[in-house]
């Protein structure tokens, strides 16, 4: 069974950091296509980051050069490290896999079959 778990969400400043993980279990995280994607109050899922089974990444274009997507393949957590965060990162972050593994980085947060329970990102002053 695919079991996603989230944590380190919390309330940060902004231009504040926090990391988010996301451990993993049922199946091989290193061979899985994965993503972070969130949803804002009132609006609907957004995807931010992926990450292919060979290690390469994307980025959605609000995100890129402040967030950071990366993986520890022995202990199955899928990072999203995150700098600079601003008023509107706050979200509800989700960590998803794909159904299939592609070379190419979905970026619909429809092509992620499961997610995880979600954390909540606050940024604030």
């Known amino acids: 069974e695919v079991q996603l778990v989230e944590s380190g969400g919390g309330l940060v400043q902004p231009g504040g950091s926090l990391r988010l993980s996301c451990a993993a279990s049922g199946f091989i995280a290193s061979q899985a296509n994965m993503a972070w994607v969130r949803q804002a109050p009132g609006k609907g899922l957004e995807w931010v980051a992926g990450?292919?089974?060979?290690?390469?990444?994307r980025y959605a274009n609000s995100v890129a050069g402040r967030f950071s997507i990366s993986r520890d393949n022995t202990k199955q957590i899928l990072y999203l490290q995150m700098n600079r965060l601003k008023p509107e990162d706050t979200a509800a972050y989700f960590c998803?896999?794909?159904?299939?593994?592609?070379?190419?980085?979905?970026?619909?947060?429809?092509?992620?079959?499961?997610r995880g329970q979600g954390t909540q990102v606050t940024v604030s002053s």
């Open positions: 990450m292919n089974g060979g290690g390469n990444t």
């Open positions: 998803a896999r794909a159904e299939r593994r592609t070379g190419l980085i979905p970026t619909s947060p429809e092509s992620y079959a499961y």
